[in-house]
């Protein structure tokens, strides 16, 4: 039996949405052209996971408003995070906080919540937005995104502009019943930035949708280090798409803390086109409950000497399952180019389920690559080893998971947001 995949809303709404919005013609188009592909098209079929019984399109409210105006009016969680002075806050769909200081507004850098960024600098929104990265027909979930798109940001960091300090954004899920944030960043020729994001529920969000995608465009010589915390409720089922285009000598690195307790499915795919490019994807997760996750990171190879290199290390606990597909493909031209991964799964009791999939995708032979995958037990000769030293079971079990997911939680660079991720493992783990 598949769900009922009828979409809750038809191109007049769309229309009156972008409208009242005052969103470019060419915005205005897209999501009608998108919609019209999202009733046709199927959805993904991520490998050893079957998704034709999750809700992605059934939901009555498209946008929800918020009363939070303010920092001060945020839970006293979000208000944790906060740490930097480039902060972007939305509120299920509503933008709250953003906030960028005037030294990085004098050379030319945009940050912003994406609907403003597409009425206000359309054309540069426009050159990148679902061109190079995500591509608007790839499934049905991509064109449902393109057609109903209702929060995220945009970031732009002109040529030869290196930004010292990290940008933040934080996403809180409080009423909303959908939520579609495309979050754009694009970084200019010899130009860096660190940005970090918060995706959290302050509620179980039951029958709640997010559909995410991110697209991040490292032009030559650029450096984008990308971190992020996903802690979204058991209630919420969620597709995210994070891609990355990264152009020549230019370096590309995500460190993904991937926390969310109920069902998902997460694709993070890197292009390295540009020849002497790095893409460096580095993801945790932790499982519990009953919750299906399915997660896939890819990096292709299209430039000679680019660098790939995938770390996935994951816990599973109670009755949760998760695979984990690593890929690297290196394509016919990319010479001495070297493609390596390592996805290991830890399962703390008999129910849970974790599958590590390696695969490499060779179609060059000057080349290098190499993959290393495993899923067991908590090995009890470590165990014995530290409780020999006075520690209890319990404690020792908590140092091995801990120690066992530390080569992604320290590569967090905002020490509230590293310790946010800790936070959520400990309590995920306890």
Request: aromatic residues 6%; hydrophobic residues 40%; proline residues 3%.
């Amino acid at each position: 039996m598949t769900l009922e995949t009828k979409l809750p809303f038809d191109q007049d709404y769309l229309s009156n949405y972008s409208k009242e919005l005052g969103e470019p013609q060419w915005l205005s188009d897209l999501r009608l052209q998108a919609l019209a592909l999202a009733e046709e098209l199927p959805l993904p079929k991520p490998d050893k996971t079957k998704i034709t019984k999750w809700n992605f399109t059934q939901f009555q409210k498209h946008t929800v408003e918020t009363s939070i105006t303010s920092v001060e009016q945020l839970p006293e969680e979000v208000k944790a995070l906060v740490d930097v002075e480039n902060i972007y806050v939305q509120v299920d769909n509503t933008p709250v906080v953003a906030s960028l200081k005037e030294e990085l507004t004098a050379q030319g850098v945009i940050f912003t919540d994406i609907l403003t960024a597409a009425k206000d600098h359309s054309d540069l929104v426009q050159k990148y937005f679902m061109k190079d990265g995500v591509k608007v027909d790839e499934h049905k979930l991509t064109a449902l995104h393109a057609a109903l798109m209702n929060g995220g940001a945009f970031l732009y960091i002109p040529k030869n502009v290196v930004i010292e300090d990290p940008i933040q954004a934080i996403y809180v899920h409080d009423k909303a019943e959908a939520i579609f944030n495309h979050v754009l960043i694009v970084a200019e020729d010899n130009s860096a930035v660190t940005y970090v994001e918060n995706y959290l529920s302050t509620t179980d969000g039951e029958g709640s949708i997010f559909n995410i995608v991110t697209e991040v465009i490292a032009n030559a010589n650029s450096k984008v280090l990308y971190g992020t915390v996903d802690h979204l409720g058991k209630g919420v089922t969620t597709y995210v798409n994070r891609r990355g285009v990264v152009g020549r000598d230019a370096t590309l690195e995500w460190a993904l803390g991937l926390m969310n307790d109920g069902d998902t499915i997460s694709e993070n795919i890197t292009h390295l086109i540009g020849d002497g490019s790095t893409g460096d994807t580095k993801s945790v997760v932790v499982g519990r409950g009953v919750q299906k996750q399915n997660f896939t990171t890819m990096v292709v190879h299209h430039g000679k000497n680019s660098e790939g290199q995938i770390l996935k290390h994951g816990v599973m606990k109670d009755s949760a399952s998760s695979v984990f597909n690593g890929i690297g493909k290196i394509e016919h031209g990319a010479s001495k180019s070297n493609a390596e991964q390592e996805s290991r799964v830890l399962m703390l009791s008999e129910k849970a389920r974790g599958d590590a999939n390696p695969i490499l995708l060779i179609d060059e032979d000057d080349v290098t690559a190499g993959h290393a995958a495993s899923a067991g037990r908590v090995d009890p000769l470590q165990l014995y080893y530290i409780m020999s030293r006075g520690i209890s079971k319990k404690e020792a079990e908590r140092l091995v998971i801990h120690g066992f997911l530390a080569p992604v939680v320290n590569q967090l660079p905002i020490e509230k947001v590293k310790n946010l991720l800790i936070d959520v493992i400990e309590r995920k783990v306890k």
